[in-house]
């Protein structure tokens, strides 16, 4: 009867009125009756989504609409996530992710019919790599795999099923899959952990489905990437970092014909905006002009707080040709800074660097490091960095501390080596008499070597104990070098010691590799943004000149030199000669952790600390240890089940995070001050 009776609701004659706002009827409209619609059909309730896992063949079963009810595809995600990032040039390929501490989840939107591959790479290749494939089949079955690379080619399952499916589908000519993983899936054999190291994620996709598990076609040059990103870079509610009354200004190079070589420090000056009394930066952002993206590999805005000649604001220059102008040895603390890979930074809420008031800067000037391989003479760049500042002022003034080794031809790479470190030293006398009393706070960094640079660490030491490592990045990309946030700001105290310590590869080299602003040069700093600006601004060092040399049993000749002839440059070319067997690069690499130092501690305006030596030397402290590998905890090969199911129950604790959060004694005094003047200029 109840069948009979809802058949009679949808299928009879229905009585209407049609009234005024008086309740009095339409003319032509009294009450009247017609039969039901019979072109409305029934309501359509919602369908849900619903995936079973099989655990064993790794597949899933997904209930999936007839073509008349799937809505048009759009990129929006699932749900909010921390992260996203496009993988490729021409936007086909996005990428969203969340993590805690455990799990990490990713949801690929790609516009593709086909199959679609996300990894993890020791290289930015496939040897070696920790693979997901999955696709979506005609029947809207999705399937999905945990695979590994060994070397080029497709990759085979892996015996390990640690990436796990959540939900998969294609619309519009595109195909859209969720998946989760543990950070640490402690397959050692076939998985890579993520780590706060830089990562690189590969990515591939191919528009035609699979027929079999095995039956992926090659994707082709053009459908497959890698792409340096921070997965575990903290969340930032940047909407909320940048306030309403926040006000542009741009620093832009000016039509800058780029020389012909195949690296160019070029510097510009510039006056501060129009601006009488005290903002705060709150922000800055990269401008790079269309085409020069491979040109424009860093950007250094340098504050200037010594007189400056405004004829300067005029014309650009070589920024380490020995003809700059001297009024630009006041111009050294670093600001805002940006590298190749880099993004827009934010300051935390708090804290903004000063810009306006009495002692602030009134000039600038911008350094932009070019790279011309080709040495091509046709470009044209006006490249910059935005800024934007406020007049509500924070809590805080932010400073920006270099601490590393000095940048010169002593520092030295001995070829074909798999691993050679080299540390920069900031002397506790520099920190004791640079930070004040009640200490700073760090809350971002910027890594930097160039092309032999494989890994850095900076640790600190306070009464001769490691207190913290500040920042690390074992998988260093000379290509990627973003301003990465500390998940928790750290305190450096008067007195500590901080160590940077860089580590090269230089197995495809055949000479000596020397210090230098180069690229195939090498360097070893970190950038540290720190608050309450304080007077730190430069805190380095050099291993002994005298030691290195000594190596070489060449000691005896040194007084022999004239180091205001360019002698520098002398004494590298006899170590360019040596042969460096593994016993002579084990005895370079013996001094350089254990031998003399020279330092430098120096103000914004490259003045001295009265209280400090100039220059500061000393030994290697004793009491540094070597630099410890992170050793993964690996788990027997029948450990699978363990960590899949382990795998399953994070991703619960992540979708509720991410509800819950929509968010030298051997030299005079006056040899080393020339040495270093030279290694400055």
Known sequence: MANALQQTQFNSNNFHRCLKRDSSEFPGLKSYQVPYPSYVGPVTGRVQDCISYNSTAGTTSTTTMSSSQKPKPTMTPSESYMHSAVLDEDGKYTLYWSYNETSIVFEAHVQTTGWLGLGISPNGGMAGADIAIGWVGHDGQTFFKDRYATA????????????????GKREGGFTFLKFTRLLDTKDCEHDLPITSDTIRVIWAYNNAIPESEDGMTYHGPATRGSKSINLLEPAQNKDALLPASAVRYDFLNRNVSVPAEKTTYWCEAFKKPSINTKQHLVKYAPVIQKGNKGVVHHMILFACYTPFDESLLERG??????????TMIGCGNPMALWAVGGEDFYFPPDVGFSLGAVGDP???????RYDNPQQRTDIIDNSGIMLWYTPEIRKYDAGLAEVGTLVGDFMMIPPRQKSFQISGICNSNCTQAAIPPEGIKTFAYILHTHLAGRKIHVRQYRDEQLVDVLAHDDNYDFNYQQMRWLKKEKTIMPGDSLIVDCFYSSTDRASLTLGGIATTEEMCVTYIYYYPR?????????????????????????????VSNDTPNHWTKLMQKAEWTPSLTSELQRKQLNGENFHICRKGDYSQFPEVPVPIISMYPSYVGPVKDRVQDCLSSNASTVSTTVSALEMTSITADNSANSQVKGFTVGIIVLFLIHMCM
């Open 534 to 562: 304080s007077e730190f601004s430069s805190c380095q060092s050099l291993v002994s000149p005298r030691d290195q040399f000594s190596v070489l049993g060449m000691n005896e000749s040194l007084a022999d030199f004239d």
């Open 317 to 326: 220059y070589n920024c380490y040709d020995s003809s700059k102008p001297d």
């Open 362 to 368: 009134t000039y600038f000037i911008l350094e932009t």
């Open 152 to 167: 080029i080619g497709k990759p085979p399952i892996d015996p390990h099923q640690d990436w796990l499916l959540l939900s």
